[in-house]
């Protein structure tokens, strides 16, 4: 594909007013959770950024990733950006199968050598290599051959970035995350089951804009979205401070919406958008919808002592959870940390980026 | 049919249209004093069921209401409050897209670009060359 065509250029072309492209990039630095007093900045940028390659693999996963992404109707501002990516390589939605797919992904890989994104759903089994494949090659081998000349790495949803439900015990695949196995790339992980369509978005639309990858948490998500939790901005917040909750999902606390921390709402501990983005178009989210969070977005979500259970009397347990985090630390080793954080740190340097300031320093000169 | 089941909604209070409204108000003297605008993206800003058509409620509707229609319709109406106005977006399919409330004289989007009314120059010109 063609990707030489500066973004503002490639809208115009397809109809989309200048007044439109303003909409855009409204629209576009809201749902990358940028302050709107950045719109006349972001214009700019995106008026002359290149549409990067995008080669997406899906590993052990439900698809339901991709589902969220394409179930935004279009046309969307999502669906803009995904006009205004080269997707080169998505095994569901392209039209390609068999060897041709494969060729394309080929293709993609050697004309965006160093340059292309990988997006990635799906855990990676190290198990039996035949428990998952594509084309007859395994997800691991796929993963390793792909990731060698990616600029960077989108793990999207909570399988890719930390394992999600096939790590969930007692493990039968030996699933694992992205980035237990791709230590010398930046990596952004984009959790969620699934993660909120216009965060998917969100990470792109940066990576088009500033070409380099949002600012990070420490489980490598983007703090843009995932920088508060969920009880912190959830509309209930202020019946849990009056320590008013529901005990049952049909008593007077329930149909008064008082704070679901007893049925065993997890939002005291899920970093996520969901209480102010929220899902289908805005309309709601699950705890609005009178059913506590499920921590989605957080590493071992699924065993983390039981979906009703309230926080406080968890019954996870703590001591394998610790030890388990020092071994998977171990095996890394300190020599090839220090290798992998120099090669990681040069390829984000091989990258010409622009930042916030610098664009709002461009914009006032 | 109508249900039986009735669902109590209403009664919740986030606390947050009071500074929300102090946020305004310290705008629309900055935009006065300094000649600066702001915008304030309401999707960022948690709110309870009911809370937002509270808020749209208190800041009541102008005398100017303008539709736009740039990929989708686009809502911009000054509230009873001059210089606060509210820009709602839409897609195609009528889809909210975004949610802001703007303090500023003019809302940006609507100002015409000078690089669209140099290309209608061009455009009048050549027609007139035909006439």
Request: aromatic share 6%; glycine share 10%.
């Amino acid at each position: 594909m063609n990707n030489d065509k500066p973004l503002g250029q490639a809208l115009r072309e397809q109809g989309v007013s200048r007044r439109g492209f303003l909409k855009f990039c409204a629209t576009t630095a809201s749902l990358m959770a940028l302050p709107p007093s950045m719109v006349p900045a972001i214009a700019k940028a995106l008026e002359s950024a290149r549409r990067p390659s995008v080669i997406w693999l899906s590993f052990q996963e439900c698809t339901g990733c991709t589902e969220s992404l394409t179930r935004s109707h279009a046309p969307t501002v999502e669906g803009l950006i995904f006009d205004n990516i080269s997707l080169d390589y998505h095994h569901t939605l392209q039209a390609a199968a068999g060897h041709a797919a494969e060729a394309a992904r080929e293709a993609a890989m050697e004309e965006n050598k160093g340059k292309y994104l990988l997006v990635v759903d799906g855990s990676i089994p190290l198990g039996n290599p035949g428990y998952s494949t594509i084309a007859g090659i395994s997800n691991l081998e796929m993963l390793k051959e792909v990731a060698e000349h990616a600029a960077a790495i989108i793990a999207v949803g909570t399988c890719a970035a930390y394992g999600g439900l096939p790590h969930a015990n007692p493990n039968p695949t030996g699933a694992v995350s992205v980035e237990e196995i791709i230590k010398d790339k930046p990596i952004v992980n984009v959790p969620g089951c699934p993660p909120i369509p216009v965060v998917i978005t969100g990470v792109l639309a940066h990576f088009l804009t500033f070409g380099k990858l949002p600012e990070l948490d420490h489980l490598g998500r983007p703090l843009a979205f995932y920088g508060n939790n969920i009880h912190d901005r959830c509309y209930r917040r202020p019946f849990y401070d009056k320590g008013l909750f529901a005990n049952t999902f049909d008593d007077e606390g329930a149909r008064k919406g008082w704070c679901l921390f007893k049925l065993g709402c997890k939002g005291p501990v899920t970093y996520n958008a969901c209480a102010t983005t929220k899902w289908n178009d805005g309309t709601s989210f699950p705890i609005e919808a009178g059913h506590g969070c499920l921590g989605c977005s957080e590493p071992n979500f699924w065993d983390m002592g039981g979906f009703y259970n309230a926080l406080s009397e968890s019954t996870m347990d703590l001591s394998r959870t610790a030890a388990v985090g020092i071994a998977a630390g171990a095996v890394a080793g300190a020599a090839s940390g220090l290798l992998n954080r120099r090669k990681k740190s040069q390829a984000v340097a091989a990258h010409e980026t622009v930042t916030v300031n610098d664009l709002q320093r461009e914009e006032k000169s | 049919m109508e249900s039986s089941l009735k669902v109590e909604i209403g009664g919740y209070h986030s606390g947050n249209i009071p500074p929300l409204l102090h946020e305004i108000r310290h705008a629309l003297r900055n935009l006065l004093d300094n000649g600066e605008t702001t915008t304030i993206d309401l999707r960022g800003l948690p709110m309870a069921p009911g809370e937002q058509q509270q808020l749209l409620e208190i800041l009541g509707k102008g005398e100017v209401s303008v539709q736009l229609d740039a990929l989708g319709k686009s809502e911009i109406t000054e509230s009873s409050y001059a210089g606060v106005w509210l820009i709602i977006h839409y897609n195609n399919n009528g889809e909210v897209m975004g949610k802001f409330i703007e303090i500023t004289r003019m809302p940006a989007i609507l100002e015409t670009r000078t690089a669209d009314m140099e290309e209608s120059l061009a455009a009048l010109q050549m027609r007139l060359e035909e006439i």
